[in-house]
């Protein structure tokens, strides 16, 4: 049996999606469903049960779960704009931790989700060595949740067997259920329907126009093959980056969306709240190096790839992954 917890949410839903293609059907989904897309997302998916997440974690602290093959740790408040700090540490750092001690106890195999948000404003580079966390300085409380953790599991010595991925911009289809916090490929393709344009922020900092705010963007079928290497892996651990390793900008994302399309690129440039100015990231670009060592050799898909196929395929026909 493999545990994947956020199992009807974006990555978690796409990772069982592609195991399922390899044959894999005992699987158990922690998730709570609170929202209709979510139980699309699981609709199309074969799995053995699906509990909640609290439901869970009593069965890990009472130690009454049978012994997995592998805990997948995608579930996570991701909202990079939540200011509760005991409800983020409640369910990023707290709750990671008690699936990581227990599946250091058991001898399980634990991928779990980390974050580039915890690279904060990249003053410090895109290293996944953990000998420099320390360092790292997140510009927001979902990303501090995260980098909390990944500064325990060092202190355990936990790295030699459990694995962390720092997911950069990942984009496509499943993300339905997440609100504000979708990619700008989703809302913008409903933006440029209605429309016929899209709005980008403004740039307040010297040195990058408007629009060319930087991102590593990295499509959903790629995150999901990164993560899967991990699986196939069990004698590799410790922080990787999940990323293209190409940064690119928002107007490149803007123009690969319209190309999609099939329309001609109109961009207007808005003003960014001041409420976000000054925790914004300008620049995010993965190391790729450490990964490529560890055996990892297909290169990402570009942003036009990535974007057409998501338009063409998923968008277009108001479908998701599993429904091909």
Not at 14 to 39: M, W
Request: proline share 3%.
């Amino acid at each position: 049996m493999i545990v994947v917890t956020g199992g009807a949410g974006f990555i978690g839903s796409a990772l069982i999606q592609e195991l399922n293609a390899r044959g894999h059907k005992d699987l158990l989904v922690v998730d709570d469903i609170d929202h209709e897309e979510k139980e699309k997302n699981l609709a199309v998916l074969k799995f053995s049960r699906r509990v909640g997440k609290d439901t869970f974690l009593e069965s890990v602290l009472d130690r009454a779960l049978p012994s997995p093959e592998a805990i997948l740790h995608l579930g996570a408040c991701s909202s990079t704009t939540e200011t509760d700090w005991n409800f983020l540490k409640k369910n990023n750092l707290d709750y990671t931790r008690h699936l990581a001690e227990f599946a250091l106890e058991k001898g399980i195999r634990f991928i779990y989700a980390s974050s580039a948000a915890t690279y904060g404003d990249g003053d410090q580079g895109y290293s996944d060595d953990e000998s420099r966390i320390d360092t790292l300085k997140p510009l927001n409380l979902y990303g501090e949740s995260k980098h909390q953790f990944d500064l325990w599991a060092r202190q355990q010595g936990a790295f030699s067997t459990l694995v962390g991925l720092k997911y950069f911009n990942v984009y496509g289809p499943n993300e339905y259920h997440k609100m504000d916090m979708q990619s700008l490929v989703r809302k913008g393709y409903y933006q440029i329907q209605e429309t016929g344009g899209l709005r980008l922020f403004k740039s307040h900092r010297e040195g990058y126009g408007d629009g060319e705010q930087e991102r590593d963007f990295l499509y959903i079928k790629d995150a999901v093959a990164m993560t899967l290497f991990f699986l196939e892996r069990p004698d590799i651990g410790g922080l990787f980056n999940i990323g293209s390793g190409k940064a690119r900008n928002w107007n490149d994302l803007a123009r690969a969306l319209f190309a999609a399309m099939g329309r001609e690129p109109r961009i207007e440039y808005i003003d960014m709240p001041e409420a976000i100015r000054d925790r914004y990231q300008y620049h995010t670009e993965a190391e790729m190096g450490k990964l490529q060592r560890a055996g990892y050799a297909s290169p990402a898909r570009s942003v036009e790839d990535g974007v057409e196929d998501y338009v063409k395929n998923y968008l277009k026909p108001g479908k998701r992954l599993g429904e091909e």
